[in-house]
C-alpha cells in the first residue's frame, strides 16, 4: 500500500469515528481500534495508542464548548481524575510491560463494546440529588450548578469512594484498550454519584483527555506513536467530531443511537471470534 | 476578582486553552501529513514495521527534524501538542485554585499532576 492511500483510509476511518463518536457522545476510540486492527491489520498496541491520542483530540475539542457553555463541573473531574490516571497507567503498564497477548486484548475489547452497546441502547432517567451538608461529597466540593431553561439548577452528589472506585476501572480499561472509556465514567457519575445526566455526560468528557494522556504517554515514549499513522488519524477525527457536533441538531439522535450499538455489537463479535481464533497475534506479532 | 468571577475566568482560561490546542494540533498535523504525502508520494509502506520512524521519541530530534522541514518531525510536533494540551489545562486549574486559595482542589490537582509525572517517569524507564 502506498502514503496516498494509507493516509486517506486512515483519514476516511477517523473522520467516521469523530463524526459518529460526537453525534452518540461516546467518542471515536471504540471506531479507531477495531478499524486499525481489523481493516488496516495494523499491530494491537500501535492502534491502542492512536486512538488514545485521537480520544485526547475529541474529548479536548467537546470539552472546551461544554466547560464555556457551564455543565462541566471541573472539581467532580478534578477529584475523580486522581483514580482514572492511575488506574489508564495501570491499563498501559499491562499491556505494554507485561506484554499482554492481543487475543485476549481482543476479547476484552469485545466484551467492553458489547457492555457499551448495551449501556448506549437503554434509556437514561435523569435525576437530582440534594446536597446534604454534613456528607463527605460536600467536604469534597463536589457539588454545583447547571444552566436549564435560562436558571441555575443546583445539585449534589453522593458515593463519592465507590464512584472513584468505578472510575479506575473506567481509567484502566482506557490505558488498556485505547478508548475514552466514557460510558463507564457516566455510569459512575450518573448511577452511583446521582449527578444530573447533562453534568454527568460534560465531565466525563472533560476527565477523557487527562486520563487518556496519563497512559497515551507511556505509549508514546515507548515509540508505539506513529506519527504517519496518528497525524492522518488526528485531522480525521478533529474534522469529523467539529461537523459532527454542528450537524447534531439535525439529527434523529435516539435513532442513530440504537443504529451504532447493533453495528458496535457486530465489531464486539467479530473481535471476539478474531481473539479467540487467535487471528490477532498470527497477523500481527 | 470575586469567587465567581474566577470561576468563570478559570473556565474561559480553559475552554480556550483546549480549543487553541486542538485546532494547532490540527494544523500542524496537516502540514506533516501534506509533507509526508510529497516524501512517500510513490513508496510503499510497511505498516509492519515503520520504516524510517526512530525507535523512541527524543526532543533534539524532533527540534532538529522540524529545523530541516523533516515531515515526520513536524507530524510528531502535532501529535505532541495535542498531548500536553489537557495537561496544560490541569496546569491552569491549579494555578486559579492557588489563586482562589482553595486548598483542597490545589491538593487534588497537585496530587492529578504528581500521577502524570509517574506516568512520563514510567514511560522513560522501560
Known amino acids: 500500500m502506498d502514503y496516498y492511500s494509507l493516509a486517506f483510509i486512515l483519514i476516511a476511518i477517523a473522520f467516521f469515528a469523530g463524526l459518529i463518536g460526537s ?11 477495531p478499524a486499525l486492527t481489523l481493516i488496516l491489520h495494523i499491530p494491537m498496541r500501535y492502534a491502542v495508542a492512536t486512538s488514545l491520542i485521537s480520544v485526547i483530540g475529541t474529548s479536548s ?3 472546551a464548548a461544554y466547560v464555556k457553555e457551564g455543565y462541566t463541573n471541573m472539581e467532580i473531574g478534578m477529584f475523580l481524575q486522581i483514580m482514572t490516571t492511575l488506574g489508564a497507567i495501570l491499563g498501559a503498564v499491562v499491556i505494554i510491560w507485561f506484554e499482554l497477548s492481543v487475543d485476549i486484548l481482543g476479547i476484552v475489547f469485545g466484551l467492553v463494546l458489547l457492555i457499551t452497546a448495551v449501556l448506549t441502547a437503554q434509556k ?3 435525576h437530582l440529588f440534594t446536597i446534604d451538608k454534613d456528607s463527605l461529597s460536600y467536604k469534597l466540593q463536589l457539588h454545583g450548578t447547571y444552566p436549564l431553561d435560562g436558571n441555575k439548577v443546583t445539585y449534589g452528589s453522593a458515593n463519592p469512594i465507590t464512584g472513584s472506585l468505578v472510575m479506575c476501572i473506567a481509567g484502566f480499561l482506557s490505558g488498556l484498550l485505547g478508548v475514552g472509556g466514557g460510558v463507564f465514567k457516566v455510569l459512575a457519575m ?3 454519584m446521582r449527578l444530573p445526566f447533562k453534568v454527568s455526560t460534560t465531565t466525563s468528557n472533560f476527565m477523557i483527555g487527562v486520563t ?3 497512559s497515551a504517554i507511556i505509549y508514546f515514549a515507548g515509540g508505539y506513536v506513529i506519527p504517519y ?3 492522518p488519524v488526528l485531522i480525521g477525527i478533529i474534522l469529523g467530531s467539529y461537523i459532527g457536533a454542528r450537524i447534531l441538531k439535525h439529527i434523529n439522535v435516539a435513532l442513530l443511537k440504537n443504529i451504532f450499538a447493533i453495528l458496535v455489537s457486530i465489531i464486539a463479535l467479530y473481535m471476539i471470534y478474531n481473539g479467540y481464533s487467535g487471528n490477532f497475534d498470527t ?3 | 476578582m470575586n469567587g465567581k468571577g474566577e470561576k468563570e475566568s478559570l473556565e474561559y482560561i480553559i475552554s480556550t486553552t483546549l480549543r487553541l490546542g486542538v485546532w494547532c494540533s490540527f494544523w500542524i498535523c496537516l502540514t506533516g501529513t501534506v509533507l509526508l504525502f510529497l516524501n512517500y508520494r510513490d513508496k510503499p509502506v510497511d505498516i509492519y514495521h515503520f520504516q524510517d520512524i526512530p525507535p523512541k521519541f527524543n526532543l533534539s530530534d524532533l527540534w532538529t527534524g522540524i529545523l530541516k522541514s523533516d515531515a515526520v518531525q513536524i507530524a510528531m510536533l502535532g501529535v505532541l501538542i495535542m498531548l500536553i494540551t489537557p495537561l496544560l489545562r490541569v496546569i491552569f486549574a491549579l494555578y486559579t485554585y ?3 486559595g482553595n486548598n483542597l482542589y490545589v491538593l487534588i490537582t497537585g496530587i492529578v499532576i504528581i500521577i502524570i509525572s509517574i506516568s512520563i517517569w514510567l514511560g522513560t524507564i522501560h
Open chain 1, 283 to 285: 497477523r500481527h506479532e
Open chain 2, 98 to 100: 492557588k489563586k482562589q
Open chain 1, 23 to 33: 453525534l452518540t457522545g461516546l467518542g471515536g476510540g471504540i471506531v479507531i481500534v
Open chain 1, 124 to 126: 437514561k432517567s435523569d
Open chain 1, 61 to 63: 475539542g467537546a470539552a
Open chain 1, 229 to 231: 499513522i496518528t497525524a
Open chain 1, 212 to 214: 487518556a494522556v496519563s
Open chain 1, 190 to 192: 450518573d448511577n452511583i
